[in-house]
């Protein structure tokens, strides 16, 4: 939901405005520290990875070493700073400081955190319970040959998996948003990766192989 409202609203972190003559697009093909201030009105919103995307770097970890992460928290790591709309936003009321919350550094070794241990630890448990019984076998509940629910992991290891989770979700950000607010709320300027974050050719080919390499990791994995 979150990843939608984004992609259909036209962007002006923490409250910046400008005009179109004040804005300028960076030198094509040089890498920049840190993204403008704000888009040009004239500008169309950017193209975004669809949240379940997000799962697409941290679960071929669990399939390859299943003792060392968690499948829970590394899957809900990936996709917590996407849900602030339903998270933080009912609380700070502002989507600027949602999405800072959610966004930043400090987010995923705080809030999100909590969060994601949560509900990789007590919800989905709680869930699971409910829909054995109506589905019963287990099948539903299996990756790549092992029963994620039951697959209980320490406090240490679901803690290390929400965190590394977190931290792909920024990084794939950083290479599609011009207004990953990184650093909140030390600096407030969001930062991008490339100069070419926002531009429709790129997300829609980094959309394309997302849809495909997702599906086979379903295909491959999920219920086997």
Do not use: C
Not at 23 to 32: K, Q, Y
Not at 67 to 72: A, F, G, I, S, V
Not at 150 to 176: C, E, N, P
Request: hydrophobic fraction near 50%; charged fraction near 15%; glycine fraction near 6%.
């Amino acid at each position: 939901m979150g990843t939608i409202l984004r992609a259909n609203r036209l962007r002006q972190p923490f409250g910046a405005a400008e005009s179109p003559s004040a804005w300028s697009p960076p030198p094509f093909g040089s890498l920049i520290p840190r993204a403008t201030a704000s888009y040009p009105p004239s500008s169309s919103p950017a193209r975004v990875v669809l949240t379940p995307f997000h799962v697409i770097p941290v679960w071929p970890l669990y399939a390859r070493w299943p003792r060392r992460w968690d499948l829970l928290a590394l899957s809900f790591g990936a996709v917590m700073s996407d849900v602030e709309i339903i998270t933080v936003y009912p609380i700070v009321r502002t989507w600027q400081a949602g999405r800072g919350i959610m966004h930043s550094l400090l987010g995923v070794f705080t809030v999100n955190l909590v969060l994601v241990v949560l509900a990789a630890r007590y919800l989905v448990p709680w869930i699971a319970t409910r829909l054995d019984r109506r589905f019963p076998g287990k099948g539903w509940r299996t990756f790549a040959g092992h029963d994620f629910v039951a697959d209980r992991k320490t406090l240490q290891v679901t803690i290390g998996s929400a965190i590394l989770g977190g931290l792909t979700h920024l990084g794939i950000d950083l290479f599609m948003h011009y207004d990953t607010p990184l650093l909140w709320p030390w600096r407030a300027v969001p930062l991008a990766a490339v100069p070419w974050a926002t531009d429709p050719t790129w997300n829609v080919a980094i959309e394309l192989v997302a849809v495909v390499v997702f599906f086979v990791m379903v295909w491959k994995w999920l219920g086997k």
